[in-house]
């Protein structure tokens, strides 16, 4: 009886010797990773909307079958919080830029939608487990098949960017890039920097902000810098074309289908930048460091001394300032994003002492390719003898400056004080620095001094020195 | 030996008019400050005439007039910076609150490139040149003017020669553990 109980042991023992040379262990392994509930699908370029082929921690013929190429970076997409329990329409358009961009590379996006659809902070809390997972992943790449982490760029949009933040904070080294698109900012604006996005959880952490508006804590994107770099589009609250306008105009074009896309229309911009800095490479859009906001609407933040300036997207400088630096830039409503930004310093003479308050201005460039005609500007305040600074842009490359014309608009409605003289100021000189080819150009009257009179005609100023600022003289 | 090697190279390559280089130095700037951007520093012409010091009898003098009229004869001429290798002109011809006028307007530039274009019925031409005064206004007559120093450009190329030369022979007798 005994030696029967022996024997059975001692065969069940050598069948799970000989068994563990296979299938056991593979078993084994694949089962230290069952409790990951996120999916890592490696899409291809020519299927960028569909997850065909997953990778699966702990099966190491996943990664061979769905053709992971050893050699080339990994770019990881996280989504975010959605309602839908779908896949938003960004999705496919982000894999498809960044196979156009980097063909040979591996774009693999986590499916974390079961955990995602959840009441808005219970699924901001599942970000901790999406991230665990997500670094699971890719140390068991890295342990698995030596894939090194300095290939690996992270690109997580809302909540999805915490749940990167998570990741790289979890990964055995640090991975090479995160790029934070529009982290989210409820429950995460006043967390400590280990729950959310920060610069320790990779060697370069870029951000970009796009719907900050409202309070902080409110607002949908987080406010407060989280990255090396924090970009904020148009100031970071709120982006041009996505208003209630642009809104309806949509509606009767498209139906009501896409309404959740309107909701989330600046929430959203900042993945179509990052596409567009993929797609158009040749001519990245620039952003500038800035104390704030106001700062850089007087046009007083233009400079790329000192990597004061960097390109947006794909192909940012990876600065690495000891804290977070914002910056600034202005895009258009829609792709390509880029504008091209100027200061304008104008010194108003006059005899007489005159301040005017809200003075409405048009102003005129023209460059040696194209001009910008008529773009309007308010300075809250004009005084005899004072110069004032601010910033104006353009949607399109006029080329290299020539000529400048100045309007000083009437009030729109009748004004008696304007009746029997208009007030005017003396104007000798209009500097004007362009960020984009970093120069700096004075602008002189023609005739020494030009009379530009509120309601009359144009001022115009022509181009009488310029200097490159990039290159230091001397 | 190999750390003086080194050094020399160093020293040579930093001769080298790269500006990449300067960027990198940069890079951990001063992050402390924040104000800058408020600063206003605007002053070209301050930083033009600080220029001259440094640099006379190295380059390019050019005519330095803003918006001259026909009648009018330029007499500013300047010492450009190293980095400004060219002269550029620009006439702008049209018509303006007193009449048709041709203005004239010239200075040292980094870069230049010719170009006619017209707008708002006044037609603006820039020109580039790059020899000493050459854009003297058209209708100024062209005095022959000493150009001070062109040939103490060479004082550069030389230092430049003798550290190769030490270089090498630092190379050739070097390398022995």
Same mark, same amino acid.
């Given at each position: ?44 370029? #020519? ?28 770019? $990881? ?111 995460? #604006? ?182 910008? #005609? ?13 110069? =004032? ?23 729109? =409605? ?17 500097? $004007? ?42 | ?177």
């Amino acid at each position: 009886m005994s030696k029967a109980l022996f024997l059975v042991a001692v065969g069940v023992w050598l069948q799970s010797l000989t068994a563990s040379r296979g299938g056991v262990a593979a078993d084994d392994r694949r089962r230290d990773f069952i409790d990951i509930e996120s999916k890592f699908a490696l899409r291809t370029p #020519e299927d960028t909307a569909e997850d065909t082929c997953h990778l699966i921690p702990g099966v190491a013929e996943s990664v061979g079958n769905c053709h992971f190429n050893h050699s080339s970076k990994t770019f $990881v997409v996280i989504h975010g919080w959605t309602v839908t329990g779908m896949y938003e329409s960004w999705v496919p358009k982000l894999v498809a830029a960044l196979y156009k961009r980097e063909p040979d590379s591996n774009v693999v996006v986590v499916d974390w939608l079961s955990r995602a659809q959840h009441h808005y902070p219970v699924s901001a809390g599942y970000t901790k487990l999406v991230g665990k997972d997500v670094a699971r992943f890719i140390n068991w790449m890295e342990e698995e098949f030596n894939y090194p982490l300095d290939n690996v760029h992270l690109l997580g949009y809302s909540l999805g960017a915490h749940a990167a933040g998570i990741a790289g904070s979890l990964t055995n080294k640090k991975v090479n890039r995160i790029t934070g698109l529009d982290p989210a900012g409820p429950n995460f #604006e006043y967390a400590e920097a280990p729950s959310r996005l920060s610069p320790d959880d990779a060697h370069f952490v870029d951000v970009l902000h796009t719907f900050t508006r409202g309070s902080p804590g409110r607002s949908i994107g987080i406010q407060k810098p989280v990255g090396h770099v924090d970009i904020y589009p148009n100031g970071g609250t709120f982006q041009p074309g996505c208003n209630i306008g642009e809104a309806i105009r949509v509606i009767a074009q498209k139906g009501l289908g896409d309404v959740d896309q309107l909701v989330k229309c600046s929430h959203e911009r900042s993945i179509h930048l990052f596409i567009d800095s993929l797609l158009n490479e040749e001519n990245p859009s620039k952003a500038y460091r800035c104390s704030s906001k106001e700062a850089f609407e007087k046009g007083l933040c233009l400079s790329c001394r000192k990597n004061r300036c960097n390109n947006v997207g794909y192909e940012i400088n990876k600065v690495r300032a000891k804290r977070s630096s914002k910056m600034y830039l202005k895009t258009r409503s829609q792709m390509p994003y880029k504008v091209f930004h100027y200061q304008v310093k104008i010194h108003f003479s006059g005899t007489e002492s005159e301040t005017h308050t809200d003075q409405a201005f048009e102003i005129s460039l023209y460059g040696t390719v194209a001009e910008s #005609e008529n773009i309007a500007f308010t300075l809250p305040e004009v005084s005899t003898n004072k110069t =004032y600074s601010f910033l104006i842009y353009t949607e399109v490359d006029i080329g290299e400056l020539l000529m400048l014309k100045l309007k000083w608009n009437s009030d729109s =409605y009748f004004s008696w004080s304007n009746w029997w003289s208009s007030p005017g100021f003396a104007i000798e000189k209009i500097r $004007v620095k362009a960020g984009e080819t970093q120069k700096k150009v004075i602008f002189c009257s023609r005739q020494k001094v030009s009379h530009l009179q509120k309601g009359k005609a144009p001022a115009v100023f022509v181009k009488c020195h310029d200097k490159s600022l990039n290159k230091k003289s001397g | 030996m190999k750390a003086l090697g080194a050094v020399l190279l160093t020293l040579l390559l930093c001769r080298q008019p790269g500006r990449g280089q300067l960027q990198e130095e940069d890079d951990d700037g001063d992050y402390g400050l924040d104000t800058y951007e408020e600063k206003d520093d605007d002053e070209d012409e301050e930083e033009e005439a600080n220029s001259i010091p440094g640099s006379s009898g190295r380059g390019l003098r050019c005519y330095t007039c803003q918006s001259l009229r026909r009648e009018e004869s330029c007499n500013l001429t300047q010492s450009c910076a190293l980095s400004q290798t060219f002269c550029t002109t620009l006439v702008a011809h049209g018509n303006t609150e007193s009449g048709l006028l041709t203005t004239y307007s010239t200075w040292c530039a980094d870069s230049c490139q010719p170009v006619t274009r017209t707008a708002e019925g006044t037609q603006m031409t820039v020109t580039c040149c790059q020899s000493t005064l050459c854009n003297i206004p058209p209708w100024q007559g062209s005095r022959v003017q000493d150009s001070p120093g062109n040939g103490a450009g060479g004082s550069e190329s030389v230092g430049t020669a003798l550290l190769l030369s030490l270089l090498t022979g630092l190379w050739a007798m070097g390398p022995r553990p």
